[in-house]
Nanobody, 125 residues
């Protein structure tokens, strides 16, 4: 089992930056690939970014590539999502998720066994 707790969401203006963090507990953190997903109101949950357990591999959704950066600190059991140049369309609840296949950088929701409760990000235009 692993517990995930997101933090760092809030209300910002378009063009601003925000950093999300997800703290994990319960199992060796490096044994998980960690992903960020988001879900806008009335829409399905979609992939944002993923980082492998070692941190050596990352992937991004095309919509955030060049603006968002995922990182992890295995010593602190945390994964972060630095979001720059935010747009109104980035407004969503952001979830971190853990995949027990540590080097599998999947974009698929169902690859992830554990989920946090989510944190709201609202970008005003």
């Amino acid at each position: 089992q692993v517990q995930l707790v997101e933090s760092g969401g809030g209300l910002v203006q378009a063009g601003d930056s925000l950093r999300l963090s997800c703290a994990a507990s319960g199992r060796t953190f490096s044994s998980f690939a960690m992903g960020w997903f988001r879900q806008a109101l009335g829409k399905e949950r979609v992939f944002v970014a993923v980082i492998s357990g070692s941190g050596g591999s990352t992937k991004y959704a095309d919509s955030v590539k060049g603006r968002f950066t995922i990182s992890r600190d295995n010593a602190k059991s945390t994964v972060g999502l630095q979001m720059n140049s935010l747009k109104a369309e980035d407004t969503a609840v952001y979830y971190c998720a853990a995949n027990t296949r540590a080097e599998e950088t999947s974009r698929w929701v169902f690859s992830y066994e554990y989920w946090g409760q989510g944190t709201q990000v609202t970008v005003s235009s």
